[in-house]
């Protein structure tokens, strides 16, 4: 039985050998079964980010930024900020170490993945689920971030960071089909960040050591690449021990890979951290430095991180352009002079400012404060320093204007005589202790004394001497209160004569201000200039709209008649003083404005400042650094700075030409002798005789000068006598005008007028045979500014022709 019951269980077929033959192809099955249902899963979950990550057009992918357009006040771009200071270049100038150092601490299988690590990015996913952050992104995926800005989408949406690098992963797939690994290594390091406001690999190595990238060390490569991943943190200006310990982090990394010996990573660890800051400048002038500054304190430091903005600024793009050419001629030409000394050294880019000349122009409407031109310098990129905003020099002569207007405020007129003889200059210290005080303010290789002459000439001609003795007279505090008073600081001024002839240091804005309150009638200029209009964001919505005051009237400085007074002065300066020629450049004529050049004793510095009815501009020229070295012997501002002015002018003068300046109500026309600064008779005239004719003319020496009314009432010429026809017998005073004997001029005949022999010799011989039958005219001056430019008209007094005596000898 029991051999039965074995052989029918050996019949009974076996069921176990069949699962072990099947099992595998049944664990395949399931896992395909669950496998397809995990891809249907993952495809629908992912379907989103995939179906995103192929909106993204990739032929922008090399847009770094879009810049913000800065437009005038008429809507014309004059320029563009880029808020991420940047230097875009090609691969091919990135030396291997660097492509080595990034790869070992970004993506060591760069070169052969398709775009996606998937071990990285797996053990990243996982960390960053358990709560440990982790990176893992490839550079390619990296690039995808930052070139889209997949961070900040994120933050929109309210993703996480799985979200995002479903995003990132796909987008990266997407880059790798289309462009090489060289194409993306050449957007990923112009665009990647390095801390410290650098954007791109070489903005960084400029900025951190100093050298283009294919100059870059070992060590100095492992430096930069272990920014990428703190750029802050590690950065060697802020934190140079943890900058080092990435440093060393990567060398390891690449000595692990085999992409550098263990001789090379003892040496490039032993090396110190040596830094030698050149950074690119993010401005292309200092003009836009002044508009991004604005833009800051209004906005925010971030405020056009994104860009795409309309700034509208109150530059009157054309001024600007001019402004900017005829200083950079200007300079050139001042630097062609023979006698110029301070010839470049070396390489120009590597000048200090102090050893190149400079110069600056600042125009503004004086009644809004908007700036019309701002040229702070002459070559941005090289000497970044803004002369308007940061300078400091001696005004030389520039300064003047404000001692007569002091003057004038105590109670002076532009007729008082002032004596314009040779000054020891003990008694001012200008350029030495010893000899003579110069008169550099003429503006001439020969000038000259004249004597006794009146304020009016001493302004309008510059004389050095003449003015120091009117500031002793009314007293130097005066002039320092009313220079302050002006607008201008005198930080460190003495109660010492030199702050007359202007040794004290003050900016062109301040001066520029200064002069304002000349056209201003005696008020001040807005203390805040403006730049921006308004901002508009990339939808045209405005973020900022410039607030005008109710009220733009500036506070009293001096009396309007006072600056009445200076502006015809300096008017006079133009025509026919130390300025003349100015107005031989000008588009706008007749110029009803006003204007004076500076220039100082050692010949450092050179200023124009002027004005019309609108606006004010001003022009310097010099070396930042001073020194006592002048740009060239004789270097005067009608040749450096007025040009400068001219053009400027020019530019703005269809926008901004004006009527002339109003004279104030309470000014008075008064005719005065220039010669002796009394009331004009019509006895004041010169006379001179023609040499070759034997014809004596007359010149009149009078002209109507303006006086604050009841400044008015003074004594009539004492030099020049008679009595006018329309005087009254007495003068309101009572008493009798001041008449010295009658200056008696000759009349000289021209043909013999006796008959027979002159034993007495009672005519002049030789006698000058002429025709003086024509006709000669006398031009009536009427005011100082109608007197100004006499031209080629003769004025003479004709003297009829005597009649022959005949005698009779019957």
Known sequence: MAVDQDK??????????????????????????????????????????????????????????????????????????????????????????????????????????????????????????????????TITQQLARNAYELKQEAVRRGEGVISRKLVEMFLAIRIERRYTKEQILEFYLNRIYFGSGFYGIRSASLGYFGKEPADLTLGECASLVTLIKNPTGRSPLNNPTANRQGRDYVLQRMRDEGWISAAELREARAMPLTLDPRPLRRGTSHLYERVSDAIDRLLGEDALASGGYRIHTTILAEAQAAADEALRKSLAAAEAHPEFRRKPAGDPADQAAADRLQGACLMIDHESGDVLAHVGGRDYARVPYDFIELGLRPSGTAFLPFVHAAALESG????????????????????????????????????VYEGRITARHALEQSKIAATVRLSDRIGLQRVVDTARAFGLPLRDAELLPRLVTGFDQISLKDAVRAYAVFPLGGRAAPRDLVYLERIEDASGRVLHRRKRAASPQGKAVVQPATAWQVHSMMAGSLYRGSSKGALDGLVEQPFHGAGKGGSTHDFTDCWFIGYNRRITCGVWTGFLGGGSEPIYPGAFSRDLAMPVWQAAMNAAAPSFGGDPVEMPRDVVEVPVCTVSGGRATDFCQTYAEDPSTGIVRSRPTSLREYFRRGTERFSFCSVHGGIPPDLPPTVANGSMPNLPALDAVPVRPKAPVLIGADPYHSEIAPLAAADDSRPTVMRQRTNVLDSLDLGDVEESLPLPKPQRLVIDDE
Not at 89 to 109: K, N, T
Request: hydrophobic share 35%.
């Open 8 to 137: 029918n269980q050996r019949r009974k077929p076996s069921r176990r050998p069949f699962l072990k033959r099947k099992w595998p192809w049944v664990l395949l099955l399931l896992c395909c079964v669950a496998g397809g249902i995990a891809w249907q899963e993952a495809e629908r979950r992912t379907r989103e980010y995939r179906l995103r990550a192929q909106s993204y057009d990739l032929e922008r992918i090399n847009d770094l930024e879009i810049p913000s357009l800065i437009l005038d006040r008429n809507g014309r771009e004059i320029g563009r900020i880029f808020v991420q200071n940047r230097s875009v270049i090609p691969v091919s100038q990135v030396p291997r170490r660097f492509i080595d150092a990034l790869r070992a601490g970004e993506d060591s299988r760069f070169f052969s993945h398709g775009g996606v690590d998937l071990f990285g990015t797996l053990r990243a996913l996982t960390l960053t689920a358990r709560g440990s952050a982790q990176g893992g992104s």
């Open 412 to 447: 002076l007129t532009p007729v008082t005589m002032l004596d314009d003889e040779p000054m020891d200059n003990r008694a001012v210290m200008v350029g030495g202790r010893e000899g003579i005080l110069g008169e550099w303010g003429m503006e001439t290789g020969t000038p």
